[in-house]
Each structure stands twice: as structure tokens, then as C-alpha cells.
């Protein structure tokens, strides 16, 4: 069974830095497309950064460009977004979730596999 597990959440300052991760059980994170996505309250679920399986193309939602940085260890089955300079607007749950294809999208629907979760909470 495909199984995610996120970490690294928490409360932060604005401005502060903090680096979720996302690793794999059960299969082998590389033969994935892998979204970052969050969902705050009272709000839809939004795609936030994406690293394709194959070339680690990279895409991010414009509110988190410059800011935010995924990358992948495929020898610890592990993706990261380090996030920086984080704004009280980036507060959210956030997930990761796994899709098959070798193009990134920010749409959850095309994403099969997700993780429970991961509380960020940015406040001063």
C-alpha cells in the first residue's frame, strides 16, 4: 500500500523558515510526480509546488515563488519544500500527494496518493 507521511510543520514568525518532508512507504518516491498542496481554512485545497518524476522540473504557484524550494532525495525516498520568509497568508495544512504522470499539475484530482497532513501556522 502507497503510504505518505509528511513532517517538519509548526508555528513560525513571519519571515521565519521551516522544511517539510515527505517520504515514501511502500514504494519508490522516484518513479513519482510529487505536489506540495494546502489547504487553509474555510479555503479549497491549492497546489503550491510540484518536482516531476523524471528531469526534477519544478513548478510553484506565484504566491510562493522565490520563496519556497522543493527538491528530492530519491536515496531517502524523501521530497522537501524549504519554505522561507513565510507570511501569516501561508498558514494551512499542508500535504503531499504522488500521481503516476511525468507532468506536474496543481489540480488534487490528478493526484492518487496523499499524505495525512501537516499543520503551519505563521503568526507573530
Known amino acids: 500500500q502507497l503510504q505518505l507521511v509528511e513532517s517538519g510543520g509548526g508555528s513560525v514568525q513571519p519571515g521565519g523558515s521551516l522544511r517539510l518532508s515527505c517520504t515514501a512507504s511502500?514504494?519508490?518516491?522516484?518513479?513519482?510526480?510529487i505536489g506540495w498542496f494546502r489547504q487553509a481554512p474555510g479555503k479549497e485545497r491549492e497546489g503550491v509546488s510540484c518536482i516531476r518524476r523524471t528531469g526534477g522540473r519544478t513548478n510553484y504557484v506565484d504566491s510562493v515563488k522565490g520563496r519556497f524550494t522543493i527538491s528530492r532525495d530519491n536515496a531517502k525516498n524523501t521530497v522537501y519544500v524549504q519554505m522561507s520568509s513565510l507570511k501569516p497568508e501561508d498558514t494551512a495544512v499542508y500535504f503531499c500527494?504522488?500521481?503516476?504522470?511525468?507532468?506536474?499539475?496543481?489540480?488534487?484530482?490528478?493526484?492518487?496518493?496523499w499524505g495525512q497532513g501537516t499543520q503551519v501556522t505563521v503568526s507573530s
Open positions: 500527494a504522488a500521481r503516476t504522470g511525468y507532468t506536474c499539475s496543481d489540480v488534487p484530482l490528478d493526484f492518487g496518493s
Open positions: 511502500g514504494f519508490t518516491l522516484a518513479y513519482y510526480t
